[in-house]
């Protein structure tokens, strides 16, 4: 369903209560979707000196419904001092339905700002269902901002193919001073738009979890968040400069010359065996690269999202090879010669004697 | 002859102790460590972020854990939502004390203001009050830096309101599949002079105030549930937010905000009794300390003197404290008596004491750290705390 929700601290919520609450929501909107979004509407405090638009976080999330994954854009910012004189924030979220997530561009949706509210006035209130949003716009695709921020618009590939193959979620740590938003349009850009919703996206550190959908935050160095984290963090990736960017040629060559997203591949036959997910007892096993043993998932690939990496499920694929397929002919062949062995020994133990 | 010291001297430890996070009961033997090697990040409860934790089976010779990669570990975490707490709790029992109260009340500024004048004039407060451990109660520090540790003091400041959500009052956790969220407390080793009783631990929880509002309490988010452990409970009440307070006070009524706090008490009182499997009828056995806050604005209609203190002989004075209660119940009693009423329907035990944590009215951006002179800040926690059993104040019947 599409709807929106505004959550802040108001005198009274559309709902009840006072303070952080709902404001205003699509009315008929399901109770337990309310609160779910709702839930999403924290902000955390940024670095010292960090301006409203640093501490803006912009983000699209997946929430697990009884009904299913539904996905949830967001922008939640500052918004002045609330009726009590305290600083208060503005969460505003958009609900979207399957089309819209079809048609879409997650990065495209957060940058659009005519889109998000600043500010709520007036009493609380139910909203009309929100108009479908418009279609992805069509890009040249070239990472320009990462080019004039690392040199080589290469270095978008890399951070982007790194990011996708973690199961928990990634952390692209930026220097000061970039636009983080930039960066992340041309980032999701990069990628076929049937895989933009494979992921969440954010502008300021979201945990990582082991949430069904995992979230790529592109965020400061100078958040509190990152200063705390663990220095050798598997999901925070630095981009490098001066070192020639490692990704896939296609991706590569998409981030520097704007090229159009590489073809699907022909999908080999597969065989599917899962395997229960255990607890990561080593850092390999929630590390960017580890997170799936059947290799790392092809970011340009646009193959069934099912078959990707799961963290909870991890879906092994093997592929039928022609070797292994000879190996278990001959397996079987064996097999049945020493039952045939067996028997006739058994058959030579009953009768034995009687031939005198 | 003394021997050479191999081992270190047996500890006692408490026979069973709570998480203060999700207040689960378990023995210290079932406490589990916190991974130290880097290599060990990710654990499927506390997080992807957390270091992995272990039930560990190979100590060295000072009692810490090795963990599965070699390194000592020697932080704790509870064995069902995997989140850290202070060693100390091993060793000295720990009193939970709620802190409770409306949006907007005032319960940040009340804890930072108390926790930075119990620092600062533990002596004269009659109690010695610690981090228990300094990095779990980072986010008080933070506070009490912003007011009272300000670089530049005229330069106005203001606490961020308490977030529902995230942030770094909570913490969310993934319990048999399904997330649920945890409040993170502050924790504090505290001592009082004068009276032989150990060192014990005080655990304070600084939700915010929608938290206690009506239906705000259910297992997703079960972040008020230390109320139904807590020894004593101090509910901040900001008088200015009720409109006859105010008329008894003489306030302006302007375009105050206002709030029904009574129904926050009931409300919180109806939780201390299902958690603690209370009938509906009976009186909530714990001890509750009103914080009328904002006293610099009402107190003199109370014929209250914030300048007078509450402590004498380096303690604090229960005959003071006596007095003040009953100046403002009285105006309580003529300005908000459905409050009243709500309160001696559901406590026996109340005792209400004025504060002020800022001392001076904040202004459009906030309030200038130069201007903040605390008033009875502490005094609230102080009762609280002095009232439990083997206190200065234990047996106190205002």
């Known amino acids: ?356 | 002859m003394h021997g050479i010291p191999i081992f270190e001297p047996a500890r006692d430890l408490v026979r069973r102790l709570h998480c203060p996070h999700c207040w689960q009961g378990f023995a210290p033997s079932d406490a589990l460590f916190v991974s130290e090697d880097p290599r060990l990040l990710g654990d499927p409860v506390a997080g992807a972020d957390e270091p992995l934790r272990f039930l560990p089976s190979r100590f060295d010779l000072t009692g810490a854990a090795i963990d599965p990669e070699g390194a000592r570990c020697t932080r704790l975490a509870c064995p069902r939502c995997r989140q850290e707490f202070p060693r100390a709790m091993l060793e000295v029992p720990a009193s939970i004390v709620s802190v409770v109260g409306a949006p907007g009340a005032g319960k940040s500024h009340l804890l930072a203001s108390a926790a930075w004048s119990l620092r600062r004039e533990g002596v004269r407060l009659g109690i010695e009050m610690t981090d228990a451990e300094p990095r779990l109660n980072a986010r008080l520090h933070e506070a009490e830096n912003l007011l009272f540790a300000s670089a530049d003091p005229q330069r106005a400041v203001k606490l961020a309101k308490t977030e529902t959500a995230g942030g770094g009052g909570y913490r969310a956790v993934r319990l048999d599949g399904r997330d649920e969220t945890v409040p993170v407390p502050f924790i504090f080793a505290v001592r009082s002079h004068g009276v032989q009783r150990a060192e014990r631990l005080l655990v304070l929880y600084d939700n915010a105030g929608e938290h206690f509002m009506p239906g705000a309490d259910d297992a997703m988010r079960p972040v008020t549930r230390h109320l139904g452990r807590s020894e004593g409970v101090v509910f901040v009440l900001d008088p200015t937010q009720d409109p006859g307070f105010r008329r008894a006070a003489g306030l302006p009524e302007g375009n105050a905000v206002t709030s029904r706090q009574d129904l926050v008490l009931a409300e919180m009182a109806s939780r201390i009794r299902h958690h603690r499997g209370r009938r509906t009828d009976e009186a909530c056995d714990v001890p509750l300390v009103i914080a009328m806050a904002k006293a610099d604005l009402w107190a003199k209609a109370a014929g209250v003197s914030l300048h007078e203190e509450p402590y004498e002989g380096g303690g604090i004075s229960a005959a003071r404290l006596r007095a003040a209660h009953q100046a403002c119940m009285a105006l309580a009693q003529r300005g908000s008596p459905e409050f009243v009423a709500a309160l001696r329907a559901a406590f026996g035990r109340v005792l209400m004491v004025p504060c002020s944590s800022l001392g001076a009215a904040g202004e459009v951006d906030g309030v200038r750290p130069a201007q903040i002179q605390p008033r009875w800040a502490a005094a609230p926690f102080v009762a609280a705390f002095e009232w439990l059993p083997g206190g200065r104040l234990e047996g106190l019947q205002p």
């Open chain 1, 1 to 356: 369903m599409r709807a929106e929700v505004i959550h802040t601290s108001v005198r009274r919520g559309l709902d009840g209560g006072t303070g952080f609450a709902v404001a205003a929501r699509t009315g008929g909107m399901p109770r337990v979707l309310v609160e779910s979004v709702s839930a999403l509407s924290g902000l955390t405090e940024a670095w010292s000196g960090a301006s409203d638009w640093d501490r803006t976080l912009r983000a699209t999330r997946a929430v697990s419904m009884p009904a299913g994954v539904q996905w949830v854009a967001s922008v939640i910012r500052p918004s002045g001092m609330d009726h009590t004189g305290r600083g208060n924030r503005l969460a505003h979220h958009r609900v979207l339905d399957a089309d819209e997530v079809e048609r879409c561009d997650p990065a495209q949706l957060l940058c659009d700002h005519e889109r998000w509210m600043a500010s709520f006035s007036g009493e609380p209130r139910e909203l009309d269902v929100p108009a479908p949003l418009p279609g992805a716009q069509a890009t040249s695709g070239a990472a320009n901002a990462w080019k004039s921020a690392f040199g080589d618009a290469g270095v978008a590939a890399e951070m982007l193919e790194r990011a996708f193959q973690s199961g928990v979620g990634a952390w692209i740590v930026l220097p000061a001073g970039v636009d983080r938003l930039q960066l992340l349009r041309e980032m999701v850009a990069l990628l076929p738009p049937a895989n933009r919703w494979k992921r969440g996206w954010s502008t300021r550190p979201l945990r990582p979890s082991a949430d069904p959908v995992p979230v790529i935050c592109v965020v400061d160095e100078r958040e509190p968040e990152v200063q705390k984290a663990p220095v050798n963090a598997a999901w925070m990736l630095r981009p490098r400069s001066g070192e020639a960017p490692r990704a896939s040629e296609a991706l590569l060559r998409r981030a520097r010359e704007g090229a159009e997203p590489a073809a699907p591949k022909p999908v080999e036959p597969l065989r599917a065996a899962t395997v229960s997910w255990a607890p990561p007892a080593r850092l390999e096993a929630a590390a960017p690269g580890h997170a799936s043993r059947g290799g790392s998932p092809d970011v340009m690939s646009v193959a069934d999202a099912s078959q990707e990496t799961n963290p909870i499920r991890v879906e092994l694929e093997v592929p039928l090879r022609r070797g292994s397929s000879i190996f278990w002919r001959v397996m079987k062949t064996v097999l049945w010669l020493g039952v045939a062995v067996m028997l006739c020994a058994v058959a030579l133990w009953l009768f034995r004697g009687q031939g005198t």
